[in-house]
Structure formats: structure tokens, C-alpha cells
């Protein structure tokens, strides 16, 4: 009875750590973003794109005094085809405030300012929770936009894209 124990444990334990993927996927922003509009993308592997179903982008406010504000709602895009349109299917990566054929924008995309923190919120189906990042417009001395950096899940330290 414990070896069986024991076995299942081991069994279940190499499950686990032998590539099991999260429901909810892996985003990035696409390297040949331009620094000002980024573009999310959401793959289910390493490398298999995955369609996204809805998009959220919010803006973190400051805090003032000690009071918490909620973070204030930029962008939301959704997936929602019309049936008496010709059929399309959801995208993979998706460029902030542009609405792509089978989507609708639930939310109209405001000016994303430089130097403010941004949060990003990419579904798709099936998925329990969503896959999250987060990203930043940065200037330059002279206040020209030249990088974006974000932070993709499960990565360590800043991803930089920069101008062209």
C-alpha cells in the first residue's frame, strides 16, 4: 500500500514538472512594436499562437495621500463576430486601439501616456484566468518616446523594445 502511495506521488509529481502548460497562456509584446502602440500577443506554448478573446488595458493611478484608487480602464476589446458577417477567426496579437474584423470594442482605446504604468489583461478561451503584464512607454531626456519595457509573466527583470 505505501509503495503504491509512493508511486503515485512520484508519478504525479513528474506530471507536474514535466511541461504542464497554464490554461491561461503566455503573452508578450511583439518586438517590431512601435514603442507607442504596443502589440499583445498570446501563444498556448512556446511558440503556438493562441487567439485572444478579449483584451483589457488599464492605466495604475497614482495614490494620493494614502487614498487607493482603482486602476482606470483605457482599452477593452473583445472577440464577438457577427453572424451575418463573413466568418472570422480571433487573432493572436493584436495592436492597441486598432479592432480587428470579428472584434468589438467594448471600451474606446485612450492616448496611452509615456512614463505611466499600464496593465494588461489578455484572455482566450477556455482559460480560467487570464494571462497579465505589464508595460511602460519611456522618454527621453528630450521627451521623445524611444523604448517600451513590460514585464511578461514568469520572466525576471524588464523586456525593452526599442524605437526605430
Given at each position: 500500500?505505501?509503495?503504491?502511495?509512493?508511486?503515485?506521488?512520484?508519478?504525479?509529481?513528474?506530471?507536474?514538472?514535466?511541461?504542464?502548460?497554464?490554461?491561461?497562456?503566455?503573452?508578450?509584446?511583439?518586438?517590431?512594436?512601435?514603442v507607442?502602440?504596443p502589440?499583445?500577443?498570446?501563444?498556448?506554448?512556446?511558440?503556438?499562437?493562441?487567439?485572444?478573446?478579449?483584451?483589457?488595458?488599464?492605466?495604475?493611478?497614482?495614490?494620493?495621500?494614502?487614498?487607493?484608487?482603482?486602476?482606470?480602464?483605457?482599452?477593452?476589446?473583445?472577440?464577438?463576430?457577427?453572424?451575418?458577417?463573413?466568418?472570422?477567426?480571433?487573432?493572436?496579437?493584436?495592436?492597441?486601439?486598432?479592432?480587428?474584423?470579428?472584434?468589438?470594442?467594448?471600451?474606446?482605446?485612450?492616448?496611452?501616456?509615456?512614463?505611466?504604468?499600464?496593465?494588461?489583461?489578455?484572455?482566450?478561451?477556455?482559460?480560467?484566468?487570464?494571462?497579465?503584464?505589464?508595460?511602460?512607454?519611456?522618454?527621453?531626456?528630450?521627451?521623445i518616446?524611444?523604448?517600451?519595457?513590460?514585464?511578461?509573466?514568469?520572466?525576471?527583470?524588464?523586456?525593452?523594445?526599442?524605437?526605430?
Amino acid at each position: 500500500m505505501i509503495r503504491c502511495a509512493v508511486g503515485l506521488i512520484i508519478c504525479l509529481g513528474c506530471l507536474v514538472t514535466s511541461g504542464c502548460e497554464t490554461l491561461s497562456g503566455i503573452g508578450t509584446i511583439h518586438p517590431l512594436s512601435e514603442v507607442t502602440l504596443p502589440t499583445f500577443c498570446l501563444y498556448a506554448g512556446k511558440s503556438e499562437p493562441a487567439p485572444i478573446k478579449e483584451i483589457r488595458v488599464y492605466q495604475y493611478q497614482e495614490v494620493l495621500e494614502g487614498q487607493f484608487k482603482l486602476p482606470l480602464l483605457v482599452w477593452v476589446l473583445e472577440y464577438a463576430p457577427d453572424s451575418s458577417q463573413k466568418r472570422s477567426k480571433p487573432f493572436s496579437c493584436i495592436t492597441y486601439g486598432k479592432v480587428l474584423p470579428g472584434y468589438k470594442e467594448k471600451a474606446p482605446a485612450l492616448p496611452l501616456t509615456p512614463e505611466r504604468r499600464y496593465y494588461v489583461t489578455l484572455w482566450r478561451s477556455g482559460a480560467s484566468q487570464p494571462t497579465e503584464m505589464d508595460f511602460r512607454i519611456r522618454l527621453s531626456p528630450r521627451g521623445i518616446p524611444v523604448k517600451l519595457e513590460y514585464h511578461p509573466p514568469g520572466v525576471r527583470g524588464v523586456q525593452v523594445i526599442t524605437g526605430r
